[in-house]
């Protein structure tokens, strides 16, 4: 389930090395309110000249309009935690790619200081909850990012996405294309200087749902089937999170910008460690499943290999049975943790 802007949300951010972010705590409500401790968070504000908000344990005071020039939109302290942890990990990202960055500050969409922004959160935390139970329990809810002008980051946080935000999508569909939350270098360089030298960046929620793969080139609009809501340029390590036009509005959750500076050249080359793929051959995964999945099933598994052998059917035709027998969740579990075993080798 998807809280209410009022509830204490604590989702992944940068899962690799076991970062979390505190997303929001508090609500915008009224002083003198008698009900401030019901948690639903829908439709008992009501709006003063300064609201109070609750970042953690500290309380902030936050006028109308922010210095980001946006009602509704709150300057995050930079001695608050979420400052921190947001700000910290943003910028060693791209450290890693040779980018020496520097956050000017951090603004956060509080979605109620209006009807229209109650509503737009309301709409995506009931959309989440539909992908939830259609995924046996899971929204898969992740932050990722976008990149534009000032002006188109306003326009977003003001009015949604629209169809010119998708010249983002390029070659993977007609959709919104956004970075991954461990990976914002492409969203970084789509970002666009402003009259200050400053760029900004979204960092969004997204409810991907179940993904599929989407390939480069592909003119792909919508789900391939019902059984997916979202598209990913690889399942196991995805660097781009595909929201089709239809669910733009629905299914990303514009939550913070980062308003940031560049101090070196993202064209500049640099040189980094080489990435172990997420790979494993066909006889390593089949010892593997032989030790998980029923008799049966690894029947069905060999048969795709033997006619792959045969030169009955092609290589992803054999892979996409293999999915379909083992299911994407454990093909994954697997891959990830050879992936770990040859990194493990390679070190030692």
Known sequence: MIPAVTEDITSSYGSDNGVYVPVIEGSVSDDNSEDNGNGDGEGD??????ESVTSGSRIVEVE????FGLIGMVKVDVSDKLHEIIGKKFVARLGYYGIDAEIECIHRNLFDFSEIAQARFSSFRMFANSVEKKNGGDANVKFAWFGGSKGEIVNIVVHGFGCHNIRNAGSFGHGIVLSADHSPLESVDAAIVDEDGIKHILLCRVSMG??????RGSTQCYPSSDEFQSGVDDLVSPKKIIIWSSQMNTHILPEFVVSFK???SIDRPVRVEKP???WIPIPNLLAVLSKIL???AMEEIAQFRRSYLERKICRRDMIK???EVTGDRLLLAVLKDFT???RSNRVD
């Open 276 to 278: 172990v793929s997420p």
């Open 45 to 50: 504000s009501s709006i003063s000249d300064c």
């Open 64 to 67: 109308q309009t922010s210095s």
């Open 210 to 215: 179940k993904s599929e793969v989407v390939n």
């Open 340 to 342: 770990k075993q040859r």
């Open 321 to 323: 049975g293999i999915r």
């Open 262 to 264: 560049t101090l070196t």
């Open 294 to 296: 029923a008799p049966k």
